[in-house]
């Protein structure tokens, strides 16, 4: 990729942020002020910025636009919608599983409209409703329901990650099963048939998106001691071989699906503008192994050794670099 084709995929990526917070705005938003506000909900800051940001925006740009490149076309406005809305639900469901002890039955119950409102609580009451809403213009699909199923399953088991006793490879299973069956998920909201090639893509796409997710939620993660596969490791030179070589299976994912080369392309190159992020968070936390030594105690570094801070010039710079470097895997 050269320097013409690297601000390329930068304008339309950023015109594909601007569109789905757009949306969000206009369609999502909306929605959940309505029910909130009927339900006397009030959202914290935090909650507000993944229910009504981070996971639609993500669910997305970096899920289902990224599965529809290897296809060559791109999201209808029906498939925004659902997507839009079932990733802002997706993070409420997160929260009454990890922090409401919630069963992945009773989510699935909740999901699978055999629940009323009456008698449940609040944040429960809130995802019914937008539950009905997603049914107002998409009645569930049985591929939905049974990918759903399995999802919520994998997402019952992410407390383990808290134990402090959990071993790097049991870490490496649950994100991998638990965000590919996810990613998953997101994918049967999609008007497409996925051959079993296109869905291995999607599966292992998962892998590599959560190591980015946990790069840069390195403080946080590690000040609620959640367990992840970057805290954890031996070494941030461990991590960066992991990710290469999961980037590098990514890759392979995509040359095995029967498309054209032009668009495998085009997918390479569209998920290493985003995963390039990665080895620029990677080399920030290089930089805290180097002062302190392998392998680091997290918990007694600081926050600003543990935060990318990508407005600075320095981190900005390696960025290009890093996208270009990733293509090319």
């Avoid at 705005?25 to 914290?44: C, D, E, I, M, W």
């Avoid at 996810?182 to 049967?188: G, R």
Wanted: aromatic share 10%.
């Amino acid at each position: 990729m050269n320097n013409f084709q690297l601000i390329r995929y930068g304008i339309e990526m950023g015109a594909s942020v601007y569109r789905q917070h757009r949306f969000i705005n206009s369609f999502l938003k909306p929605l959940v002020q309505k029910h909130s506000a009927r339900l006397g909900y009030t959202f914290s800051k935090s909650e507000q910025k993944k229910v009504l940001f981070y996971y639609p925006m993500y669910t997305v740009l970096a899920c289902a636009q990224m599965y529809l490149a290897l296809k060559g076309r791109r999201l209808s406005i029906s498939e925004r919608k659902r997507l839009t809305l079932v990733g802002s639900m997706a993070t409420i469901c997160d929260d009454l599983i990890d922090e409401h002890n919630w069963t992945r039955e009773q989510i699935f119950e909740l999901l699978s409209n055999q629940f009323t409102e009456e008698g449940l609580e609040t944040k429960a009451r809130l995802l019914v409703a937008l539950n009905k809403e997603l049914n107002t213009f998409w009645p569930l699909q049985q591929r939905y329901l049974e990918q759903l199923k399995i999802a919520l399953d994998w997402q019952s088991s992410s407390a383990k990650q808290l134990d402090p006793a959990i071993t790097l490879d049991e870490i490496v299973h649950l994100c991998r099963e638990k965000n590919g069956n996810t990613s998953l998920m997101f994918a049967s909201l999609i008007d497409e048939d996925w051959t079993e090639a296109e869905q291995k893509f999607i599966y292992q796409s998962a892998m590599v998106g959560q190591l980015t997710n946990d790069s840069f939620d390195m403080y946080f993660d590690t000040l609620n001691g959640l367990n992840t596969y970057v805290n954890r490791a031996r070494s941030i030179k461990d991590v960066r071989k992991f990710f290469i070589d999961e980037c590098t299976k990514l890759h392979q994912s995509v040359r095995d699906c029967e498309t054209t080369g032009k668009q495998k392309l085009f997918t390479i190159r569209r998920m290493s503008c985003m995963h390039g992020f990665t080895l620029v968070a990677l080399d920030h936390l290089q930089e805290t192994e180097d002062k302190y030594g392998p392998p680091v105690d997290w918990k007694e570094a600081t926050r600003k050794e543990m935060v990318t801070d990508l407005a600075l010039n320095k981190n900005r710079m390696k960025l290009p670099g890093a996208i270009k470097y990733l293509s090319t895997l």
